[in-house]
């Protein structure tokens, strides 16, 4: 699943859960600039390649609050439960 893909369908089978998804989708325009590439080929990446590429910005980030930004990056990310979102998007 693409990051636009997992957006999508987070907005429509788990719209309560839309929020949790904003600190991963902050890191795509910093991404996108990091690896000199468009935001649109960014949101084209597999959501799981692009969860590690940010991860990998925020450890690149000479700032106090990486660890902070770090936690919260994975939390969101764990709490979208896709398995869940999968029950609810009909085939």
């Given at each position: ?74 939390q ?16």
């Amino acid at each position: 699943m693409t990051l636009a893909e997992l957006q999508s369908v987070v907005a429509f089978a788990a719209p309560d859960q839309l929020p949790r998804l904003q600190p991963l989708l902050a890191l795509a325009p910093l991404l996108a600039q990091r690896r000199r590439m468009s935001v649109a080929k960014v949101y084209a990446m597999q959501a799981g390649a692009y969860f590690d590429a940010a991860l990998d910005v925020l450890a690149s980030l000479p700032a106090a609050s990486v660890v902070e930004a770090h936690a919260a990056l994975k939390q969101a990310w764990d709490a979208l439960e896709p398995e869940r979102m999968r029950q609810r998007v009909p085939a």
